[in-house]
């Protein structure tokens, strides 16, 4: 059983920076495949990267890719998100899941199992 918890979103004004944090706990974590959603009001929640269990693999939807980047602490228990040069259109709840399976890079929901209960980030232009 993993249990998520998510900090670190806030308002940031639009070519800000803000990392994200998900702390997890049980002792399997570094053994879990991570990632990160996001929805926006009004639509459906959408994929924005994921980790593989030794962080040595990564993946990003098109809309993340050259902007955010996701990595993980083992000895944190704790994944990040580091995002950059925020845009309006980035506002949304930021949300972290895990899998048990360590390899692949999935970016459909039904792949995770576990979810924590998300964070803001609200980007003003």
């Known amino acids: 059983q993993v249990q998520l918890v998510e900090s670190g979103g806030g308002l940031v004004q639009a070519g800000g920076s803000l990392r994200l944090s998900c702390a997890a706990s049980?002792?399997?974590?570094?053994?879990?495949?991570m990632g990160w959603f996001r929805q926006a009001p009004g639509k459906e929640r959408e994929f924005v990267a994921a980790i593989n269990w030794s962080g040595g693999n990564t993946y990003y939807a098109d809309s993340a890719k050259g902007r955010f980047t996701i990595s993980r602490d083992g000895a944190k228990n704790t994944v990040y998100l580091q995002m950059n040069s925020l845009k309006p259109e980035d506002t949304a709840v930021y949300s972290c899941?895990?899998?048990?399976?360590?390899?692949?890079?999935?970016?459909?929901?039904?792949?995770?199992?576990?979810w924590g209960q998300g964070t803001q980030v609200t980007v003003s232009s």
């Open positions: 049980g002792r399997t974590f570094s053994s879990y495949r």
């Open positions: 899941a895990a899998d048990e399976r360590r390899y692949g890079l999935p970016r459909a929901e039904a792949e995770y199992g576990y």
